[in-house]
């Protein structure tokens, strides 16, 4: 979706083309429950048509949960399309579906054009098999079919209409979830759910979606409900992990709690999480060849890293197709949730408590009144035991010891009676401070210092340290590089190691930089690793003078960069000025000084505001830019000739 600034009267006359271009006779869709022409009038009167590179006519999903326990899906939606852009988004559609258990069934393919319909034929349809599975044989079943719209121009129409449905029963139960808000305005916005007559499926509506309108067909033996908004805001831009959070939607389930929820995925994790024998005797060199725990830990996610291939496909397709962990490990692949099962079991046999774990996406408190797992990651394990807590990530392959993966988020576990808020452990803020300490060595040619790290709260460098091998001493080294690029540290001594707060002090050392064209060496103060840039919500864009949607920050951040610089054979012919911005978001600071032959740059961000509205993108955005600004980053020093020095 684009904006575009037109006057109004400009705005008339692009109106008034498109609809003497784009007037369509009586025309229905392929199901006769819309009139398309009513709806194109409607979206001419809602939205500002010319300023969208599409705009949706309708979009909707009907979900059956059929007496026989199978699941089906039809998926319907009309769009208008307006600009180039949106031909890539809307004319090819890839539609993934399990090819084994499901059928595929297209209702409707078609371009509306030159006022006729042109209907895509038999070359519009095409079954591949994902690329992400594609050397993956126990998941060749997992298909995409391609829907290609044929006569697509950048004014048209295209509508699409499929069903995807279960060839027998194989769920158990069935979930889900519908934002009323779509990737473009949306003049007519619905779902449709269909359960067994009498049953009584667990519905959640949130932030002003509308109530259902409940009907029953005697035919299909369905009791079905409806729930319909109309001339709906494109989702926000950019997109946040929860829009759930504050936009109209559904929440539905037909488990009728959590505890029933998880029972089944449980059951089956459990089962298919054993050790077999060349498992067991991994895991026994494994603890062999262990020092710690937290060693121990981190070899087995290597371990699972080395042998076996993370298939990145979406897990919601594999909940119901578990592969024992020995299966996993013979075929050196597994999608999350298989290579979750095997990191389980090679957990619990090496004496850690290890169950998967669900977090929601959005940080904070959230309300989950309904038993599905729409709003939630994809899964992870919490480990604890032998003096260790930590969470493993299947997907990337990851491990985080102490609780930051999941704090101040909502986490479940199949098998408990409800998702709960988990703590972070601290007082849910975070800290970091980095002082260094430079002077120049001219005989090694290099700048040579000490320096200071203490982390605290979410910014907590405790499980970037954690572990043997140099692990502690690499985050070192990629701290301080990131700050000052070519810095390396030589050693370093933990001052204070818990999962709430990491400090160490360290020695350091810095080449001489390459002087610049004017002769002086330059000095740039970055980002350090783990710090507030670092933990930034994605979608942060700070070239975009404008966002439509809030920034969610995960807790209150505060950071501070401090440099000492001895300028014995230096003169600092530039350092940052003195600058203080403080607004409802936060604060910046940079301060500078030349005392004693010493140049001391302080340069602090601190952002208190953790929900940060898009009026107020603004004033968060000011506080990132003049912390990223090269003035304020930058020093430039002149070296003193040795007579100079001496007069000096």
Partial sequence: MKTVSVTPVLTVLIGAILLAVTSLPAQQSYDGRFDIAALKATAQQRFDCAGQDAVILAEGQQTLWLPDGRLSTTIHRIVWINSRLAIGLYADNRIPYDHQRCTFTPLALRTWRDNQWWPTDTTGFVETLPFAVNKAYDYAHMREMMLLHNGISDQCLVEMAYRIEDKAPFRGGADGFWLFAREEPAVESWFELGVPAGAKPTISIANGAPAAEQTSDPKSGLDIYRWNMSAVAAEPRPHVPDPARTLPHIVWSTWPDWRE?????????????????????????????ARSATELAGMITGFINDKTAGIHYPEIYWRTALRPAGKTFATAYGHSLDRAILAAALFRGAGFEARPVY?????????????????????????????????????????????????????????????????????????????????????????????????????????????????????????????????????????????AAAAATFTMELAKPEPNDLGAVPLVLGNPIGGIIDNLPSGIEMVVPKRWSSVYLPFPMTQRIELRLNLRSWQAAFFPVNQTIENAVGRFTVASEVKDSQLVVIRALQLTKTIIEPEEWPLLRQLLLADSHEKNRTILLKEIKKDEQAGK
């Fill in 261 to 289: 929820r998880g029972a089944r995925l449980k059951s089956a994790f459990d089962a298919a999480a054993q050790l077999d024998p060349p498992l067991s005797a991994a895991v026994d060199s494994l603890k062999r060849a």
């Fill in 359 to 499: 977090i929601g996406q959005g940080v904070g408190p959230m309300e989950v009144p309904v038993p599905s797992l729409a709003r939630f990651g994809e899964v992870k394990l919490h480990l604890t035991g032998n003096g260790l807590e930590a969470f493993y990530d299947p997907w990337e392959g990851t491990i985080s010891f102490g609780r930051k993966m999941a704090g101040n988020r909502v986490v479940w576990s199949p098998g408990e009676d409800r998702p709960t808020l988990v703590s972070s452990g601290t007082d849910d803020r975070g800290e970091i401070t980095v002082r260094i300490e430079l002077s120049f060595e001219a005989e090694k040619n290099k700048f040579t210092g000490a320096g200071y790290l203490s982390t605290d709260g979410g910014l907590c460098a405790f499980d970037r340290m954690s572990g043997v091998d140099g692990k502690a001493k690499g985050y070192l080294n990629a701290l301080v590089s990131g700050l000052l690029k070519g810095t390396g540290v030589t050693e370093y001594t933990p001052d204070r190691f818990e999962p």
